[in-house]
């Protein structure tokens, strides 16, 4: 964490409970940690797409929804980061449990008919999302999503790649997440001692917001494909010049 005394902004003094080891109001007079705040883009800009993509091909609603909830994460962090002020942060915080509800619905409801509802199902991840909004969360979400994709791995064995990539890319955020809170100071120093797009690379937890939403996004993936091929469609991955990986599909021909 970084220290309690830092630079003021535009946004005036911090109130948020959390202020990260990036240097407050270091690049601009606008944005509190500047690199905490950009690297969220990755949880907007392709999720936007993923979801009219998806309106297009007339997919279900809940992954339009995983598309959607992704971007809410994203904004709120975007906000949180940009401005330190409590508010924006429970704004960061509490779709990440929504999120993780609908990802977890997505996974267990691969093998349903098309346009089910599981209203059981909607009622434990409802009640689920009450419950940690005021106690605490992280453990259990991270447990169902694992369990989920075992269950769809089980089935499905040729699919642990894309579904293990995603929880590895994520835990991977995970680990420079506890390096920038635990090693912060070290951190700080180093930056001090080095240019500045060295001293970039060691924004962990600007690094976290990249794997973390980049291991949601191919979750989001994992799980359409996963839905796509019990429905009968043909689902491809396909990567955006060269880069991106997008799923693009069609019906079977009817013979």
Known sequence: MAPAADREGYWGPTTSTLDWCEENYAVTWYIAEFWNTVSNLIMIIPPIFGAIQSVRDGLEKRYIASYLALTVVGMGSWCFHMTLKYEMQLLDELPMIYSCCIFVYCMFECFKMKNSVNYHL?????????????????????????????????????????????LGIFLMGFLL?????????????????????????????????????????????????????????????????????????????KH
């Open 122 to 166: 909607l009622f434990i991840l409802v009640l689920f999302s009450l419950i940690v909004t005021t106690v605490m969360y992280g453990v259990l979400v991270f447990t169902l999503v694992l369990r989920s994709i075992y269950i769809v791995t089980w089935v499905y064995p040729w699919l642990r790649g894309l579904g293990y990539t995603s």
């Open 177 to 253: 997440w506890n390096i920038d809170n635990i090693f912060c100071d070290s951190l700080r120093n180093f930056r001090k001692k080095v240019p500045p797009i060295i001293g970039v690379t060691t924004q962990f937890h600007a690094w976290w917001h990249i794997l973390t939403g980049l291991g949601s996004y191919l979750h989001i993936l994992f799980s359409l494909y996963t839905r796509t091929l019990y429905l009968r469609y043909r689902p491809k991955v396909k990567f955006l010049f060269g880069i991106w990986p997008v799923i693009l599909f069609e019906p079977l021909r």
